[in-house]
């Protein structure tokens, strides 16, 4: 089984910053491709940031400028770092990643996402 868990959300003012941490677990063979989405109520959901496993990061245009995706391959971990956040930044927040089990193929796994909170 493999699990991926984010932390970091919560309730930012307006202009703040937070870092979300997202955690692959399990039985892990590689991991590929790792991101970020988030939804917000009534929006489908949107995808913010990819980064490869040698650490390429591409960015939707939501998250330019204000975002930087990061990762630790030894640790199996993904983070964004999201800065001068806004009211309309409010949303669950998610971890993807593309992992294959030994012997396996690559899947797509989901957390469970993180709320983030924007508001004065």
């Known amino acids: 089984q493999v699990q991926l868990v984010e932390s970091g959300g919560g309730l930012v003012q307006p202009g703040g910053s937070l870092r979300l941490s997202c955690a692959a677990s399990g039985s892990i063979w590689s991991i590929y491709d790792m991101g970020w989405y988030r939804q917000a109520p009534g929006k489908q959901r949107e995808l913010l940031a990819t980064i490869t496993a040698d650490h390429r990061a591409i960015y939707a245009d939501s998250g330019k400028g204000r975002l930087t995706i990061s990762r630790d391959n030894a640790k199996n971990m993904v983070y964004l770092q999201m800065n001068s956040l806004k009211p309309e930044d409010t949303a669950v927040y998610y971890c993807?990643?593309?992992?294959?089990?030994?012997?396996?193929?690559?899947?797509?796994?989901w957390g469970q996402g993180t709320q983030v909170t924007v508001s004065s």
């Open positions: 993807h990643a593309e992992i294959s089990q030994r012997g396996g193929r690559r899947n797509d796994y």
